[in-house]
């Protein structure tokens, strides 16, 4: 049986970037010893890679401008104000990482001062932000515990809690943009106002907020290109989803069991 | 030591940078409003995931919305490069490199992106998807045009 026509290109391009994975592998394998049409087209990829690499290889063994080399002068640092997309996680972590490393000698200039931007980065922009609103206000969004976790409050914990990604609400505020299942068990959902977006996961009765991201459209300040969502979202996203994003029905229903599984 | 990590990345970074530009100096200045990005944004990044991925998706990000407005489009090559590799090697390698990287110039950007990454810095497929943000079939079929035209501008110009 001449197999031949069972492969796309597509298939046997993956196969000749090492991307194919068994039992199709096996299979382009046999085709290509034995099908010299095949082993053309497999060779063409290659050498194609190989060209396209070695076109470049080069720009790897030049010296890097000092330019680029951050903590010389001249060379890349951190804005004067800070861009305002938080990872409260990431921000922890970086707390922990210079917390470790007071004790040890010296570093680098760069390394102090954006670790300590860093850490002081979440306080720093949530409080003047609109989204705590006053403490006797209705108007904000979230709440923050004495240890700097975030929760969601008023309009955006019902929204929530209640809309759903499929049938949004023209009269909220909040819009819902997925929600998936965790790897741990629970529920997350990611969400924007406005200009803001973040994620939301269940935890007992409340909505913690593990990320935050406010788009930046000032002048050189970060913001996305292409994508509704912002990368920090995305990435807290990818981090925690089991399996794909919940469909309608199956929305409905962890709502009607109140977000518990 | 982000800082560091991110310096360690900086050979890849200007190679896959050059596979978009082609201007040594463009290539130069969108990797340092890259590397501005990422040491400012360095609370984005998530311990655990690649770090080589999540700086691509900033140059990727930052030649859209800020560097490719500002590239010189006349100057495909740098004149100091042509020549510039004579000696060290074949002239047959040396010219098969710079019809590679004419051909390349010629691709939309889209398909310039995706052999950047798949190609020219070797990243899985599932690493660029990530990057470009697209799903894996998104960025076999991609993957799969942009080698079409590349090779069909290549036999063109071995023709001519």
């Known amino acids: 049986m001449n197999r031949n026509f069972n492969f796309p290109d597509e298939i046997l391009m993956a196969y000749a970037d090492g991307e194919l994975d068994e039992p199709q592998r096996s299979e382009v394998e046999r085709a290509v010893r034995t099908d010299p049409a095949v082993a053309a087209a497999v060779e063409r990829h290659r050498a194609l890679r190989q060209d396209v690499f070695d076109a470049f290889a080069d720009v790897l ?3 890097v401008p000092g330019r680029l080399q951050p903590g010389t002068p001249g060379a890349p640092a951190v804005p004067a104000a800070p861009g305002k997309v938080l990872s409260l996680d990431a921000a922890r972590n970086a707390r922990a990482r210079s917390a470790a490393a007071a004790p040890s000698a010296p570093r680098p200039a760069v390394w102090p001062r954006w670790t300590a931007l860093a850490a002081t980065l979440v306080l720093g922009v949530l409080a003047g932000s609109a989204w705590f609103g006053g403490a006797d206000s209705d108007a904000g969004y979230i ?20 809309q759903l990604a499929s049938d949004p609400a023209p009269n909220s505020p909040v819009r819902i943009g997925v929600s998936f299942a965790t790897r741990d068990g629970g529920y997350c959902r990611s969400f924007s106002v406005g200009a803001s977006a973040g994620l939301a996961c269940r935890s007992g009765e409340s909505w913690r907020i593990p990320v935050l991201s406010e788009a930046v459209t000032a002048n050189g300040a970060y913001r996305q290109a292409s994508s509704s969502m912002p990368e920090a979202v995305l990435d807290a996203i990818d981090e925690r989803i089991a399996g794909t994003t919940m469909d309608a029905a199956a929305e409905r229903a962890a709502r009607e069991r109140g977000w518990k599984r | 030591m982000l800082a560091n990590e991110l310096a360690a990345l900086l050979p890849r970074m200007r ?23 990422a040491l400012g944004h360095s609370e984005q990044y998530s311990e655990g995931t690649r770090l080589d991925s999540w700086l691509f998706r900033i140059i990727r990000n930052a030649w859209i919305d800020e560097v490719r407005s500002r590239v010189r489009r006349d ?27 004419k051909a390349m110039s010629l691709l939309s950007e889209e398909h310039r992106m995706v052999i950047g990454l798949v190609l020219v810095d070797g990243l899985p497929y599932k690493e660029a998807a990530a990057v470009l943000e697209i799903p894996m079939g998104t960025l076999t079929s991609r993957l799969a045009r942009a080698r079409e035209a590349l090779q069909k501008l290549l036999s063109e110009e071995r023709a001519a």
């Not at chain 2, 190679?15 to 990005?37: G, N, Y």
């Not at chain 2, 100091?80 to 004579?86: F, I, L, P, Q």
């Not at chain 2, 060290?88 to 990287?101: F, K, N, P, T, Y």
């Open chain 1, 61 to 63: 063994d030049e010296p």
């Open chain 1, 143 to 162: 709440s923050a515990d004495a240890n700097g976790r975030l929760a969601a409050r008023g309009q955006l914990a019902g929204a929530l809690s209640r």
């Open chain 2, 15 to 37: 190679r896959f940078a050059r596979s978009i530009t082609f201007h040594r100096e463009d290539a130069d200045d969108l990797v340092q409003v890259a590397m501005e990005r």
């Open chain 2, 75 to 101: 100057a495909v090559f740098a004149p100091e490069e042509d020549g510039e590799h004579v000696g060290h090697d074949s002239l047959e390698a040396h010219s098969q490199r710079l019809a590679v990287q």
